[in-house]
């Protein structure tokens, strides 16, 4: 299901509000989010309007995963 995870530069950088942002290919379809407090907000728009609730939860722990792996190096 999740394809193409990239992160890219972000908001804020080196300020004390900086907010990691990413993308992603769910099904062809692209979504940009961000990761904030092992918590992730979605730009419009939202995977939830083309997904299950049950298929974002597991989505959402990829990222969670993804996003864990990648602030550790």
Known sequence: MLQNFEVIPPLFEGQVNERFQFKLKIEGNDYRG??????????????????????????????HTLMTNHLMQ
């Open 34 to 63: 961000i990761y904030h407090d092992k918590e992730v907000q979605w730009y419009q728009p939202h995977p939830h309007d083309k997904i299950e609730q049950d298929d974002l939860d597991s989505l959402e722990s990829n990222v």
